[in-house]
């Protein structure tokens, strides 16, 4: 099911108009500081009042059954907000994974529970280095006496890994990488939350010590799951991003419209005006390809994963420029711990390297294009 122009518009509307009441910059900072690090509260609205965490599961496990650009909509004004919850660990990682593995009796079982908001999740691939190349997995999984699957090994920067009800953990079996169900109580599973760059978005290091799991699709599959979930993951980050920079772009035109100094505006200075019109068009470009990405997606282009990988480094560049740039535009005030200006950044910066990393996604982008 696809939204029309004027449908998209309310939704973009009543996102917005949701997140300014519930993720002010006063609820992001004090979040930043808690544990759980999102509201239980606020996540139960988003999913009653509004059916987030169901927005792309289909029908038939109890979501809408829309797709990447309703998604690219919501993730821009969340990224605006910077809000604190379980949405990109949940929903564009751990509902996508279930739904690219084909095992519709894992999907039967877990994704109602995720459309409704009652159950949390997150995928698990990166390990200590923090790629996400299925060569370098070395957690492993194999089959005790009874034939039950046992996992072993170490995650980190898993999204939302202390507090997610539900891990999926890509882990080395004799056919190949394979991904695995985990849930939070199970026994041997250790979680500990990681001190990263950007406190808005938490992440955790995951030890397991032959933890009881289940088998999520094919065995050896896990390579092929991992490059499509990879694909949808990083053009909702792109939207992500995309929205924050926009966010940076409207504060520093407001600052430059309002500041004055030498009894005139800022925004009228020439040096001021270039770093405002350099932002406008580094936004622009952004939300065009992430926007053109989801759109093909969507359609299932054949051409999908190449515009995945452009609006990847597109809005990268662009989020982490804008965001800089925001802090030079604010002058002084823009590099205290008082003004949201930083939280901006580190967002921005932390989001570059979500996936690997400049390097990383440059030549992914090669890989995609078949170079």
């Given at each position: 099911m696809t939204a029309n122009e004027s449908e998209l518009l309310e939704l973009r509307s009543s996102v917005r108009e949701f997140l300014e009441s519930k993720s002010p910059e006063e609820a992001v900072r004090k979040l930043m500081d808690s544990e759980p690090r999102f509201d239980p509260a606020v996540w139960a609205q988003a999913a009653d009042q509004l059916r987030l965490p169901g927005l792309v599961i289909p029908e038939e496990y109890g979501g809408d059954g829309f797709?990447?650009?309703?998604?690219?909509?919501?993730?821009?004004?969340?990224?605006?907000?910077?809000?604190?919850?379980?949405?990109?660990?949940?929903?564009?990682?751990?509902?996508?994974?279930?739904?690219?593995?084909?095992?519709?009796?894992?999907?039967?079982?877990?994704?109602?529970?995720?459309?409704?908001?009652?159950?949390?999740?997150?995928?698990?691939?990166?390990?200590?280095?923090?790629?996400?190349d299925p060569a370098l997995i070395s957690a492993r999984a194999g089959r005790d006496g009874d034939g039950a699957w046992r996992l072993s090994g170490r995650k980190a920067f898993v999204i939302d890994g202390t507090t997610a009800d539900l891990l999926l953990v890509v882990a080395r079996t004799v056919a190949?990488?394979?991904?695995?169900?985990?849930?939070?109580?199970?026994?041997?599973?250790?979680?500990?939350?990681?001190?990263?760059?950007?406190?808005?978005?938490?992440?955790?290091?995951?030890?397991?010590?032959?933890?009881?799991?289940?088998?999520?699709?094919?065995?050896?599959?896990?390579?092929?799951?991992?490059?499509?979930?990879?694909?949808?993951?990083?053009?909702?980050?792109?939207?992500?991003q995309a929205g924050g920079a926009r966010r940076c772009l409207e504060t520093s035109a407001d600052y430059a419209r309002t500041r004055h100094q030498f009894g005139r505006p800022i925004g009228s200075f020439q040096a001021v005006k270039h770093k405002c019109a350099d932002m406008l068009v580094q936004v622009e470009l952004a939300e065009a390809a992430s926007r053109e990405a989801a759109r093909l997606a969507a359609e299932g282009a054949p051409d999908f994963p190449v515009?995945?990988?452009?609006?990847?480094?597109?809005?990268?560049?662009?989020?982490?420029?804008?965001?800089?740039?925001?802090?030079?535009?604010?002058?002084?005030?823009?590099?205290?711990?008082?003004?949201?200006?930083?939280?901006?950044?580190?967002?921005?910066?932390?989001?570059?390297?979500?996936?690997?990393?400049?390097?990383?996604?440059?030549?992914?982008?090669?890989?995609?294009?078949?170079?």
């Open positions: 797709g990447p650009v309703e998604l690219g909509v919501v993730l821009e004004e969340m990224g605006r907000a910077l809000l604190c919850a379980p949405f990109f660990a949940t929903v564009v990682l751990a509902a996508h994974a279930l739904l690219a593995s084909g095992d519709s009796e894992a999907c039967a079982r877990h994704l109602p529970g995720i459309a409704s908001g009652r159950t949390t999740a997150t995928l698990a691939v990166a390990e200590d280095s923090g790629s996400w190949g990488p394979s991904l695995f169900a985990v849930d939070r109580q199970a026994a041997g599973l250790e979680a500990e939350p990681m001190q990263t760059l950007d406190a808005t978005r938490a992440m955790a290091r995951l030890t397991f010590d032959a933890v009881p799991a289940t088998l999520v699709g094919a065995e050896g599959a896990g390579g092929r799951v991992m490059a499509r979930v990879l694909d949808i993951a990083t053009v909702g980050l792109a939207a992500e515009a995945a990988a452009v609006a990847h480094a597109c809005c990268s560049r662009a989020y982490v420029f804008a965001a800089m740039e925001n802090i030079q535009v604010h002058g002084g005030i823009g590099f205290t711990w008082e003004h949201p200006a930083h939280l901006y950044f580190r967002r921005a910066k932390s989001s570059q390297l979500l996936f690997g990393g400049p390097a990383v996604y440059h030549e992914r982008l090669l890989d995609r294009l078949g170079i």
